[in-house]
């Protein structure tokens, strides 16, 4: 058996189904591979999972695409690529309790933002304001990154990015109403996330066993898409006791599992999403044209 570690991107929740189904299920273990899923609450979120991937503590890391670009072009140069993409459509949002009278991000000004600190994420909610008529002139605090959602329903914060699918299902079963404002309506060509990334140089010397490990991973998915109870029974055991408490699982994964894609689209990425995202990137001078001509993804592990 080949040993591998896959850093999450966070405590698992529904993103992760596939991974967990997979690795319960045998299937790592039919392409010879056993993997270790690291959980990011063990550090409490110290370092990232693009992080973990550089200094060789994981094989794989899940992030959002930014992670990609970033590795790429930081000053120690990590030839980072994207390899799979978990979902197909993007869920994630900003949002705002309905409470607050903010129903449209231009309201946002002088508020204050719950920020991750993500590459860009900033920037895109500024853009975001300014797109629907506002300023961009906003407050931003950079919370615990395990607290951020609590700081939006304490009030705390005015705003934050959540996963519709997680967050959004969680304020629904508390009949907490939100606002949510998505990228794509704002003009705003947000791509992938999360991915799978790995080093380009380790998937070209095991491409074999990277090959098998996005086979099981896609089987993972896949199964869990078509055997929701069962794969909910398998999440359940990885699950943090909060999320136990206040999220309806059942709601969330058959939410999520909808964009997973099918048979010849789960886990792909296209050359379109990829590439508007970053011809934004590039518009707003957040990178160098360069990364237009990097190679940040690729499907070439699906066979």
């Not at 930014?66 to 030839?79: C, D, M, P, R, Y």
């Not at 907490?176 to 794509?184: D, P, Q, R, T």
């Not at 095991?206 to 490990?213: A, H, P, Y």
């Not at 990137?281 to 990097?294: G, S």
Request: with cysteine.
């Amino acid at each position: 058996m080949t040993k591998l570690k896959l850093a999450l991107d966070w405590t698992p929740n529904s993103n992760h189904i596939g991974f967990f189904t997979a690795k319960e299920k045998g299937f790592y273990h039919e392409q010879g591979i056993e993997l270790d899923i690291i959980n990011p609450i063990e550090d409490n979120y110290m370092m990232t999972p693009g992080k973990k991937l550089e200094l060789d503590l994981a094989d794989f890391a899940i992030a959002p695409f930014e992670t990609v670009i970033s590795l790429n072009n930081k000053a120690n140069k990590v030839h980072a690529i994207a390899i799979y993409a978990i979902l197909q459509n993007d869920l994630s949002c900003i949002v705002s309790l309905k409470t607050s009278g903010i129903t449209s991000p231009s309201l946002l000004d002088g508020k204050t933002y719950g920020s991750y600190k993500a590459r860009y994420e900033d920037h895109i909610v500024k853009r975001m304001i300014i797109n629907d008529g506002g300023k961009g002139e906003i407050n931003i605090i950079y919370p615990d990154k395990l607290g951020i959602w609590n700081t939006l329903l304490s009030g705390k914060a005015d705003a934050t990015w959540i996963f519709d699918n997680w967050e959004g299902v969680e304020a629904s079963r508390k009949n907490i109403v939100l606002n949510k404002f998505s990228m794509n309506e704002y003009h705003i060509p947000y791509g992938y996330s999360p991915v799978v990334l790995t080093k380009k140089e380790n998937m070209e010397s095991k491409r074999e066993i990277f090959t098998g490990f996005i086979s099981a991973t896609k089987t993972g998915f896949l199964y869990a898409k078509n055997h929701p109870e069962e794969s909910v029974s398998i999440l359940k055991k990885y699950l943090t006791d909060y999320d136990l408490e206040h999220m309806d699982l059942e709601t969330s994964v058959k939410m999520t599992a909808e964009h997973f894609g099918d048979e010849n689209s789960c886990g792909i990425m296209k050359e379109d999403i990829v590439s508007s995202f970053l011809q934004w990137i590039t518009e707003h001078q957040l990178e160098d044209k360069i990364i237009l001509e990097q190679e940040l993804f690729t499907n070439s592990l699906f066979v």
